[in-house]
T-cell receptor
Framework: AQTVTQSQPEMSVQEAETVTLSCTYD???????LFWYKQPPSRQMILVIR??????QNATENRFSVNFQKAAKSFSLKISDSQLGDTAMYFC?????????????FGTGTRLQVFP | NAGVTQTPKFQVLKTGQSMTLQCAQD?????MYWYRQDPGMGLRLIYY???????DKGEVPNGYNVSRLNKREFSLRLESAAPSQTSVYFC???????????????FGQGTRLTVV
């Protein structure tokens, strides 16, 4: 069974600094997708970034980028120039086309606090 | 665009009472999902419906039933609520195209359920 592990329950960063959130996963699948979701205090789940395992290039979305290390089964999220609005829970998630659905396996989350 | 709409947003139940959480999506998505979110546990899949007319158990289905009423609607029923079912419940939907891809899941705003 696939598992997703986020070993940092809480992190903090000062505004404008850079922070990296860690995620590791375990799978025997060869084709899979990894995601980072943001959950602000409003409770809404917002997709931040996604990575297809077959792509060697790391995904980037504006200030958000990932470091995808397939052999190490590691998928970290880097937030550059942190903003107060980045304060949220961040969830790493896994899915695979072999599921025949888009169901997600989530990690336990990292609570990020951005300080002024 | 409404996206995924859940009702109600908040609910308090007494142990043993029953209730149905409603979910509707207006994106013509094939697949729909119910997750629960508990502190320190991330989101866990309760049930999902890969396509209209089908439903399957997820990771934590005990104590719940679901109905895929039509392509738009997917309800979650608690027949006899227990304090262990106190949680935040999320409905999600995705296009779920056949093939080797995983499509983005869109989430509702969540329902905070308290069972006393």
């Amino acid at each position: 069974a696939q598992t997703v592990t986020q070993s940092q329950p809480e992190m903090s960063v000062q505004e404008a600094e850079t922070v990296t959130l860690s995620c590791t996963y375990d799978t025997s699948e060869n084709n899979y997708y990894l995601f980072w979701y943001k959950q602000p205090p409003s409770r809404q789940m917002i997709l931040v970034i996604r990575q297809e395992a077959y792509k060697q290039q790391n995904a980037t979305e504006n200030r958000f980028s990932v470091n995808f290390q397939k052999a190490a089964k590691s998928f970290s999220l880097k937030i550059s120039d942190s903003q107060l609005g980045d304060t949220a829970m961040y969830f790493c998630a896994f899915s695979s086309p072999s599921y025949n659905t888009d169901k997600l396996i989530f990690g336990t989350g990292t609570r990020l606090q951005v300080f002024p | 665009n409404a996206g995924v709409t859940q009702t109600p947003k908040f609910q308090v139940l007494k142990t043993g009472q029953s209730m149905t959480l409603q979910c509707a999506q207006d994106m013509n998505h094939n697949s729909m999902y119910w997750y629960r979110q508990d502190p320190g546990m991330g989101l866990r899949l309760i049930y999902y419906s890969a396509s209209e007319g089908t439903t399957d158990k997820g990771e934590v289905p005990n104590g719940y039933n679901v109905s895929r009423l039509n392509k738009r609607e997917f309800s979650l029923r608690l027949e006899s609520a227990a304090p262990s079912q106190t949680s935040v419940y999320f409905c999600a939907s995705s296009e779920n195209v056949a093939g080797d891809a995983v499509t983005e899941a869109f989430f509702g705003q969540g329902t905070r359920l308290t069972v006393v």
